[in-house]
T-cell receptor
Framework: DVKVTQSSRYLVKRTGEKVFLECVQD?????MFWYRQDPGLGLRLIYF???????EKGDIPEGYSVSREKKERFSLILESASTNQTSMYLC??????????????FGPGTRLTVL | QKEVEQDPGPLSVPEGAIVSLNCTYS??????FMWYRQYSRKGPELLMY????GNKEDGRFTAQVDKSSKYISLFIRDSQPSDSATYLC?????????????FGKGTMLLVSP
């Protein structure tokens, strides 16, 4: 059974704190993604990684950075959390097969609240 | 204009109703058309997909794509309370050697017993 796990289901942080969100997949997938999901705005891609130590900006990278030191782990970093980063954060992974077919496997999400 | 447009709902129906969920898209390069289902407090998971135009059926679910009108549909027959979820349409294409997936905003479906 494929599995994507995220380090926390719920997280409360204060403005200005550095926040780490961790994601681990056990499917040996090459590609990993970080999204945020907000009411009325849907899923928005923050960053993605097509391989270890590689990263690409998504649609809304401002205020975020990522790290992928190992194939199975993809971390999202909020350098200085702000209240407008309160959101549901979803991690996903995908097996790379160089076709347009794009089934992504999602983790359960982390609900982050920044006070 | 977003590349994939979807009415957010909510859509409320009684148990047993036929449900029609729809999206439109603007990018002619899209090749795969997918429907993800997301239950409350869970991540989305792939429900079904079609490649290019046509229909695909899986039990009570039918996915349909009309590339001439750029219209994506998901039909649910004999809807059940367990179908209550948010349904996200998504389309994928190759872009600079990578596959990119574009989501609609999702439609919340509520099926009442």
């Amino acid at each position: 059974d494929v599995k994507v796990t995220q380090s926390s289901r719920y997280l409360v942080k204060r403005t200005g704190e550095k926040v780490f969100l961790e994601c681990v997949q056990d499917m040996d997938h090459e590609n990993m993604f970080w999204y945020r999901q907000d009411p009325g705005l849907g899923l928005r891609l923050i960053y993605f990684s097509y391989d270890v130590k590689m990263k690409e900006k998504g649609d809304i990278p401002e205020g975020y950075s990522v790290s992928r030191e190992k194939k199975e782990r993809f971390s999202l970093i909020l350098e200085s959390a702000s209240t407008n980063q309160t959101s549901m954060y979803l991690c996903a992974s995908r097996n790379s097969d160089f076709t347009a077919y794009n089934e992504q496997f999602f983790g359960p999400g982390t609900r982050l609240t920044v006070l | 204009q977003k590349e994939v447009e979807q009415d957010p709902g909510p859509l409320s129906v009684p148990e047993g109703a036929i449900v029609s969920l729809n999206c439109t898209y603007s990018n002619s390069a899209f090749q795969y058309f997918m429907w993800y289902r997301q239950y409350s407090r869970k991540g989305p998971e792939l429900l079904m997909y079609t490649y290019s135009s046509g229909n695909k059926e899986d039990g009570r679910f039918t996915a349909q794509v009309d590339k001439s009108s750029k219209y994506i549909s998901l039909f649910i027959r004999d809807s059940q309370p367990s179908d209550s979820a948010t349904y996200l349409c998504a389309s994928s294409a190759m872009n600079s050697g990578y596959s990119t997936l574009t989501f609609g905003k999702g439609t919340m479906l509520l099926v009442s017993p």
